[in-house]
C-alpha cells in the first residue's frame, strides 16, 4: 500500500512538471513555431502520456477523472477523424500534420485534467507560471529598451512582423501575458496570501501587464481591457466587494503610472491605423466566409486554410497570407459548421463548469488559481477575434492546459480547500 502511494506521488509530481517544462519550453522556442519545436511538442506529449499510462499499469488500475470537456474535443477528434478517412480535404497531408499537432494538445488537455486536480497542484500551477511570466517579461522588457534588433540578441526576425520577447509576433507574445496575468492579480486580490506575498503579486502583475502594452497589439491591449472588467464585475459580487474593487482599481492606477515611465511609443499611432492599405481583416472574413458558404458542413479541411485561401481572396499581395486573423472564422472554413458547433460547445461547457469552481476564490487557493484560468482563457478567445492565437503552438497548448485547470477542480476529489503542502 504505502509502495503504491508512493509510486503515485512520483507519477503525479513527473507528470505536473513534465506538463509545466513543455509548456514553458514552447513559449521560449519562439512560441513553438519551428518545426523542431512542434516535434518536441508531440514527442513530449506521447511520453508524458506514456508515464500516465505506466502509473495506472503498476497500480494495475486506471484512475480518469472526468471532464464535461472531454465530450466536444472527442467529437471535434472524430470530425477531423472523419476528413481524413473520407478523403474530405483539400489538402490531406496539411490536415495529416495539423490533426498530429492538436492530438498533442488534446493529450496535455487530458493530462492537466487528470494532474491538476488538487488542490496542492493547482496553486504551484498558478505560482509557477506567475514566476515564469514575470520572468519573460522581464526578459521582453530588456530586449526591447537594450535590444538590437534580434531576438535573444541573437537571432534575425525572418517573419517580417514586429517581434516582442521570444516570439516572431507581438501580438502572439500579447496572446502569451493575456493567459499569465490573471495568475498573480488574481493571488495579489485574494485574502489567503500574507501581504508581502501579495505586494509582491501585485507588483509581477504590473509588469507582466505593462508587456501587453510595450508590445503594441492593439488586439492584446483590447483582450486585457476584457480580462479587467470581468474581474471587475466578480469583484462586485459578495461581501468583501468595496475591498476588491480598491485593490483592482489600485492595480490599474499603479500600471498606468508605469506605463508613463516606460511609455509604449506608437501604440497610439497603431490603433489611429485601424485600417491596412494592402488588406483588411475585414476583407479575409468576408472572403473567408465565403469559403464556408462553399463547404459548409466537414469545411475546407483542417490546417488547409493557407492552401485555399488564395483562390477566393480579393486583393493582390506580395504576402502569404497563412491565417484568417480571426481563430473562429479559420475554424468554420477548415472544420465547417459542425467543427464551428463544437467549438462553441467547448466554450459554453468551460464557462458553465468554469463559473462553478470559482465560487469561493478569495478564501480557496485551488479556486483562485481555477478563477486565474478562466479569466486567462477569456483573454486568448477575446483576442481570438482579431487574430491567430490559436494558430501558434504554444499559446494554443497553454489555452487548453489553463482550460483543463479551470475546470478540473469541480471534478477531482483531491485535496480540501485548504489543502496547501506538495502530496
Known sequence: MESDSRITQVADLSLAVGICLLLAFEVLAFGGVPASAIFILEVGAALLL??????GITLRRVEITPCSLF??????????????LLNRSAYWYATWQKALLWAAYGVLFFLSTQCFRRGAWLRWFGIAFTAFGFLVAMFSIAQEFVGNGKIYWVVTNQGGAAFFGPYANHAHYAGLMEMLVPFPLVLAMAGFSPVP??????????????????????????????????????????????????LLGLFCLL?????????????WERFMQLHDPRASRVTMVADSLRMVRQRPLLGWGF???PVVYPSFRSFYTDFTVNAAHNDFVELAVETGLLGFALMFAFIYLLYRTGMRAVEHWRHDPRASTALSALVGCTGLIAHSFFDFNLQVPANAALFFALAAVATASIFGGGASTADSEVP
Open 50 to 55: 506514456m508515464i500516465w499510462a505506466v502509473r
Open 255 to 267: 500600471l498606468i503610472f508605469w506605463l508613463m515611465l516606460v511609455p509604449p511609443s506608437g501604440l
Open 197 to 246: 506575498m501579495r505586494v509582491l503579486y501585485s507588483f509581477s502583475a504590473v509588469i507582466m501587464g505593462s508587456t501587453i502594452f510595450l508590445s503594441k497589439s492593439r488586439g492584446g491591449v483590447l483582450a486585457f481591457a476584457v480580462e479587467v472588467g470581468v474581474l471587475a464585475i466578480l469583484s462586485a459580487r459578495g461581501r468583501q466587494r468595496r475591498r476588491q474593487a480598491t
Open 71 to 84: 465530450t466536444p474535443v472527442l467529437l471535434f477528434a472524430g470530425l477531423v477523424a472523419a476528413q481524413l
Open 303 to 305: 490546417g488547409t486554410f
